[in-house]
């Protein structure tokens, strides 16, 4: 165990940092970023990418919000506050702002190298390793790294996709009960979309995730406006713990600039996904007229999970452990609810409580398609696929009984590889970005 958090500081707290920052610079160089975010071209984008069909790119793209509006904005900003001050929410936004163009370059290349497979796209980055690396490093090496990144995605939806998530959900509610039936209903209602086939993943993440995301933004802001006069502290909090290797504010003493930036930048990832190469699995599955359209989308996906909902959850927050000190949880799910509940009342801790919990259902669904078509690329044998879904409903089921330390330890080290796999791939396609990107532009 303690290896293994060695090789995780490491690897999240050195390589994986510069490697995003690196690609995310890179990128956005090369993909002339600002001119793709002018307002009127990119909405554009947004609005005529359709083929039109029951695979949208709006459906892509809330399957890809599912995949990450869960622990990683509610538990995930909290432990990220709680481990590396307020100063980590600073770095969870230049995180962002650098992950845009990752985004747009793992998507747009994700459905660059997709496969027309049993009447429907299937696509992801373990693709774009095999086919887009193969005439950089040889077929046979590509071919590997393409697997080992398969392998990785199936460990890391049963890791952060099953145990995290059904975790932060049983936190929700005490008691000896209440959380082994959370864990039983959520394994249920993996088991119930496994068998009636993909397809059912889109149609409940297009039910869940708008809703959930509106009433989580309702709330928010409620507390948000509540405590106005507060905000000029929480600013200053998150600059001078970004910024300073000293103790920043409420809650951060002895947390130095170097942790706020390992765990804004980590936490970040895990919410927005955005380098792991996870959610183009999501966005490769759609119908859309182009490689850019998509990658406008997975912009859009950043924009959503972390510079809107994350900074709300990251608010609230502060605001509860600057208003009322000693009131709130200490980490994680427990942390973001005792804040909600104490700067709104206990209507809101349930109402919070009811979405972590349907958030977290939504992720894991996502992920499980996500692992399973990392198992569909890996082996068309029916008989696996159906063994991972059994497997997957098997641990969503006993998320309840496992530590979550242990759990963001094996995500850390999972995700920290598949990011260095992955953003080696795309410095390395770098050019196919740019032309895709030169190609979105000249359409406009």
Known sequence: MRAAEYVSEILNGRIMPFLLITCGIVLAARTRLFSILRPRGFFRDLKNSSEGGKNSPFRALCTALAGTLGVGNIAGVATAITAGGPGAVMWMWIGALVSMSVKYGEVTLAVKYRRWKKDRFTGGSMYTIRDGLSSRIGSRPAAVFGAVFA???VLNSLVMGNLIQSNAASAVFGGSVIPKVICALMAAGVLAVVLTGKDRTAAVTVALVP????VYVILSLYVIIANVSLMPRVISAIFRGAFSFRAAAGGALGHTAREALRFGVTRGIFSNEAGCGTSPTA??????RSPHAQGCFGIFEVVVDTLILCSMTAFVILIAMIKYPGTVGPDGVPLTLSSF??????PAYRIIGISVILFAYATVIAQVYYGSEAIGYLTDSRAIGLIYGAVSALVTFFGWRVSPGVLWTAADLIVGIMTVL???TLLLLRKEISQEAERGLSDR
Request: proline fraction near 0%.
């Open 151 to 153: 392998i990785l995605c």
């Open 211 to 214: 809703f959930l995301s509106a």
């Open 283 to 288: 966005h490769a599955a759609a119908n859309v």
């Open 341 to 346: 509940s104490a700067a709104a009342g206990t």
């Open 422 to 424: 992955n953003t080696s």
